[in-house]
């Protein structure tokens, strides 16, 4: 396994974008909370009214943009910060699983429904 | 045999992406599944990942397509607002244009909009992000790729994630336009 992992590339850009999609996910969880609690962030959140960015789309359209944003910019930096690294895969693997599993969750209506309720 | 302009791009958004998705997933699912050094040759990783490398690239893509498409052509369709005049309490034939104020004026299908909706509309923007990093990883290591168990196994994972994140989407999409169809 060592020989082998040692004729491959490194795994760090990997683990940069496994761990990028763990982020972009998690973003999307919390902007969909806090587009339900705060009436200013959902303002704000609209972005095709606010930047032109498409018509009748409403807060959904600043939730995906600042999704992707986040997914893209972690990227970049975790890719920069990786690159050339032999990681310790399966611990990126775990740490990206666990914030894709708390973006499953926080778009999971009965959880955010209930998070967004003790703030009220 | 007329489709509208809204009909043909809710087919275009879930049915023609819809199904290029699960082609691409099935088949590359399998091809990574296979990609151990105990079933296939040295040619046959050769011959492969090209195929595997397009499938992947190919799903990340149509996922993107999928989202987009969905989130700025169909979305505003489904949560447009009815004039003053429409009565929103009674799913009478003028609240029909408004499926989103459609489902809510009833009790009987208020939480196809309150759970599978407010669902469908987060949770599938999750399913890109992971099959690009997919893509990216089949991408990035190509043949050797089959050196690779941990990454293979983090990438079926990623995999099957985008496709569940992509599948509640679709399920309810496809429930939600046969209850309030975009027309």
């Known amino acids: ?120 | 045999m007329n489709l509208t302009d809204r009909e043909l791009w809710a087919v275009i958004h879930g049915l023609v992406l819809g199904t290029l998705f699960l082609l691409a997933f099935g088949g590359g699912l399998a091809g990574l599944w296979s990609l151990r050094s105990r079933l296939v040759t040295e040619e046959g990783v050769v011959e492969r990942t090209p195929r595997l490398v397009l499938g992947t690239s190919l799903m990340a893509l149509v996922a993107w397509l999928t989202v987009i498409t969905g989130t700025w052509i169909v979305y505003p369709w489904y949560r447009a607002t009815p004039p003053a005049d429409v009565d929103q309490k009674v799913q009478g034939a003028a609240l029909e244009a408004y499926p989103r104020f459609w489902l809510l004026a009833s009790d009987a299908t208020k939480d196809w909009h309150n759970f599978g909706m407010e669902w469908k509309e987060h949770v599938a923007w999750i399913a890109p992000l992971l099959a690009t990093a997919v893509a990216f990883a089949v991408a990035y290591y190509g043949a050797t790729l089959i050196r690779r168990g941990d990454i293979r196994r983090g990438v079926m994972i990623f995999f099957t994630l985008a496709f569940v994140a992509a599948g509640v989407a679709g399920l309810f999409g496809a429930f939600i336009t046969k209850a309030a169809p975009v027309s």
């Open chain 1, 1 to 120: 396994m060592q020989n082998e992992v040692s004729q491959t590339k490194p795994s760090g850009p990997v683990a940069a974008s496994f761990i990028a999609a763990g982020i972009g996910s998690v973003v999307m969880g919390v902007l969909v909370i806090a587009n339900d609690v705060s009436a200013d962030v959902s303002n704000f959140l609209k972005f095709d009214a606010n930047f032109g960015l498409g018509k009748g789309v409403g807060p959904l359209s600043g939730k995906v943009v600042l999704t992707v944003l986040a997914f893209l910019i972690s990227w970049v930096i975790l890719h920069l910060v990786l690159r050339g690294k032999e990681v310790n895969f399966t611990r990126a693997l775990t740490i990206a699983l666990v914030l894709v599993g708390i973006g499953f969750a926080l778009t999971f209506p009965p959880i955010f429904e209930f998070i967004v309720g003790l703030f009220r």
